[in-house]
């Protein structure tokens, strides 16, 4: 078959497209089960003035989150690029460096984009805890 090196390669960078974004739904998760498990805790023990400890792993989460993300963009980047390719041209290369000049691929504007409101969200609430309590 003509098409098969550039199919395979493009089944192997949709994997790791795909489990970046499986990772980047668990760091939701575990984001809100830390921020729940120090609500409680702190409660249980009355140490509520202590629930600015909270935006710590929400911040942690978030940042990681947006590096979840950037990678992810740069994958899918690479797909598009690699989608284009000649059959003679397929490398099999799963190296994004290249990509990360393009300027509107950085870690930060993954950090800061729509899709990470979530994090802000959680911290405004926790925000809104402090200024009530």
Same mark, same amino acid.
């Given at each position: ?32 089960? *830390?921020?729940?498990?120090?609500? /409680? !805790?702190?409660?249980? #023990? ?7 400890? +909270? %935006? ?21 980047? *690479?797909?598009?690029?690699?989608? /284009? !390719?000649?059959?003679? #041209? ?7 460096? +290249? %990509? ?21 969200? *959680? ?11």
């Amino acid at each position: 078959m003509p098409m098969d090196r550039k199919i395979k390669h493009l089944e192997f960078i949709q994997g790791v497209i795909n489990r970046l974004a499986s990772d980047s739904f668990r760091m939701k998760g575990w984001c809100v089960v *830390l921020v729940a498990a120090l609500f /409680v !805790l702190l409660a249980r #023990e009355g140490r509520i003035e202590f629930v600015g400890v +909270a %935006l710590v792993p929400v911040l942690f989460f978030w940042g990681l989150d947006g590096y979840f993300l950037w990678q992810e963009r740069l994958f899918r980047a *690479l797909y598009d690029h690699v989608r /284009v !390719l000649k059959e003679d #041209e397929v490398d099999f290369s799963m190296d994004v460096s +290249a %990509l990360k000049k393009d300027r509107s691929r950085t870690w930060l504007n993954a950090t800061l984009s729509r899709t990470m409101l979530f994090y802000g969200a *959680l911290a405004i609430a926790i925000g809104l805890t402090i200024a009530i309590c």
